[in-house]
């Protein structure tokens, strides 16, 4: 199996650490508002490669963790006049049912920041010990870059040039420009906890070194998250870890690539910015699951209404393929192109390809092996987990139609053609495209589904 390491800067053999075992860390959510589609395309991309990873037998420890500290937290809870920890688990239950929508399996833990202040006060000590942090006269805490000599591995880029156009915290007690936080001295009005260097909080990048070594060891398999994170968090999460334990800190590093909108950055300011929600008050989950996946997760993916439109008559076009047909074991043949394509860094564009494949067989021979094979696909993407005979998509701005008056029109569509009365007939298959309905003559009879 191959996976892209972006630390490397290209494909390398996976090799466990641990024979079966495969510990993962995927950077999750600052919980102060909303999920958008940005993140849906990096929690679904990594659900599929988990699942993946499941379905050959290896047992994945996947941790997800949640930053319930943090200025935007704060700023927020401010905002509404309540405690920062009501916001948050207002937003965690928020994220947790919409990632649910798009059917993302819970992680194996799901740790939290205001969980773990012992093992990232801990954490901070170890770097102060080793020279590699140091306590500045604001009382905010800081780790030393010059101490880690590879800074800037990650990015494969000199420290100047990253700092060049990157927001760095201006601060008259660092001993360097690119020096960083690891403890915030406690500020009025907000949450803090004790510490040996005062009253504060952890910085953001020091609370996921120290959760992802508690739950998975100082030194583990995976480490991924969107493609943000590159720059200053994974690089400065990297140096610290580092920096602490003098071993590898993660094996292999992932990242999903971003969400662009109508081939336009995605943000707030533009007023191109989606939640889940507002995406799935719009498509089918089952669509939008579908088009995260037709793009590879290491690729720039541009959502628009087209892309979900065509994704939705493209699902549409599988669920036809598998009505009324009997299911066998999934052919050997094609399970093996599925697996070739998916231990080449996760290509879920191709392994979907080869479902159309599949379905162009299945609507010529009816093959009971590649009902199974497109079956077994859905069970590992879970995609075409509805029932085919019933399963429609209403896509976009699609009008909600009563079903019996459907089921009426092409009753009489068919009386109109057993009486030979084609004209009626075509009438009344105008009627109902012009109505959205898409209707498709078998030897079983009309199905219909929605365009």
Known sequence: MLIFDTLAGQKREFTPLNANKIGMYVCGITVYDLCHIGHARVMVSFDVIVRYLRSQGYEVNYIRNITDVDDKIFARASERGIPFDQLTQQFIDA????????????????????????????????????????????????????????????????????????????????ESAADFVLWKAAKAGEAAWPSPYG???PGWHIECSAMSMKALGETFDIHGGGPDLKFPHHENEIAQSEAATCKPYANYWMHAGAVRVDNEKMSKSLGNFFTI???????????????????????????SDAGLEQAAESLSRIYRALRDQATGPASESWVQKFDAAMQDDFNTPLALSQVFEAVREINVTGDPALVGFIQHVGN??????????????????????????IAERIEARAQAKRDRDFEQAD?????????????????????????
Not at 135 to 158: C, I, M, T, W
Not at 277 to 302: A, C, M, Q, T, W
Not at 385 to 400: G, K, W
């Open 95 to 174: 994220m947790h049912v919409d990632l649910a929508a798009l059917g993302c399996e819970p992680p194996s833990a799901e740790p939290r920041a205001t969980g773990h202040m012992a093992e990232i006060i801990a954490l901070i000590e170890r770097l102060i010990q080793a020279g590699a942090a140091y306590q500045g006269e604001s009382g905010d805490v800081y780790f030393r870059v010059s101490a880690f000599d590879d800074y800037g591995k990650l990015n494969n880029r000199k420290l100047e040039d990253m700092l060049a156009g990157a927001r760095v915290d201006v601060a008259s007690d660092k």
């Open 199 to 201: 009253d504060g909080r």
């Open 277 to 303: 929600r507002e995406v799935l008050d719009k498509y089918h989950p089952e669509v939008v699951r579908f088009f995260l996946l037709s793009s590879h997760y290491r690729g720039h993916i541009n959502y």
């Open 380 to 405: 590992v993407f879970n995609l075409f987990q509805q029932d085919p005979a019933t399963f429609t998509v209403r896509i976009s701005d699609a009008v909600e139609l009563d079903e019996s008056w």
């Open 427 to 451: 009438a009344i298959r105008t009627e109902l495209a012009e109505a959205g309905v898409e209707i498709e003559d078998s030897r079983e009879g009309t199905r219909w589904s929605y365009k």
